[in-house]
């Protein structure tokens, strides 16, 4: 109590209590902000590639998404939410925020909320598609955030954004991200141990 009352009299938001606790001399929070994504990324593409690409449509029930539907959604909105961030125009809803220009071409037009099929392809070039697409929206966020000062992190909250992203700052876009990822990840993780695969390692994918 003592505490909170001490960092409500000095005004210090949490993220400017973890600033201050940087020196100069070290990474800034961007940095390390980018180190987590860019092991994101080597993390999440070895558990797409873990399923045979003859499987990529399973699915544990017809109600879910497919294992390759959880990463096209988790590409898209990595895309959405560091889009959101960077976009100097705003988005009320979820209709108007469709219309953005920052989003890359999705290799398919496979629905990305409800149980869907891939087009009709060889099981292997759909893997290959998907893959590509799936890098390519890790590195739109990587070279977003190599765009980003730490002194903007704290910034966004009243800025118009759908529903699900009011009241978000710049920094609660990028965690969200990575936390909605993760969310998705551990799903597809699942299906690999219900197709009786080995999924990749996550601590040893994930040491700095």
């Not at 399973?58 to 590409?75: A, C, D, I, K, L």
């Not at 909250?157 to 936390?179: Q, S, V």
Request: proline share 6%.
């Amino acid at each position: 109590m003592k505490r909170r009352l001490l960092l409500g009299v000095i005004g210090m938001s949490p993220l400017g209590l973890i600033s201050s606790k940087i020196p100069d001399s070290e990474r800034s929070i961007v940095d390390i902000l980018i180190n987590r994504w860019k092991k994101s990324k080597d993390y999440t593409l070895l558990v797409f590639d873990a399923m045979p690409a003859d499987q990529l449509e399973y699915r544990p029930t017809p109600e879910q998404m497919s294992y390759v539907q959880h990463f096209m959604h988790m590409g898209f909105t990595n895309n959405a939410f560091i889009g959101t961030l960077m976009d100097s125009n705003s988005y009320a809803d979820f209709n108007a925020l469709m219309e953005a220009q920052f989003f890359l071409e999705r290799p398919d037009p496979i629905s990305l909320f409800q149980p869907d099929r891939l087009q009709e392809r060889t099981p292997q070039m759909n893997k290959e598609l998907v893959s590509k697409y799936l890098a390519e929206t890790f590195d739109y966020v990587i070279d977003s955030l190599n765009k980003v000062k730490d002194d903007i992190l704290k910034n966004g909250k009243d800025k118009i954004k759908p529903w699900y992203l009011e009241g978000h700052t710049n920094l609660d876009l990028i965690l969200r991200a990575e936390n909605h990822t993760a969310h998705h990840r551990a799903q597809a993780i699942c299906y690999l141990r219900m197709k009786g695969v080995q999924p990749p390692g996550y601590s040893k994918n994930n040491t700095l």
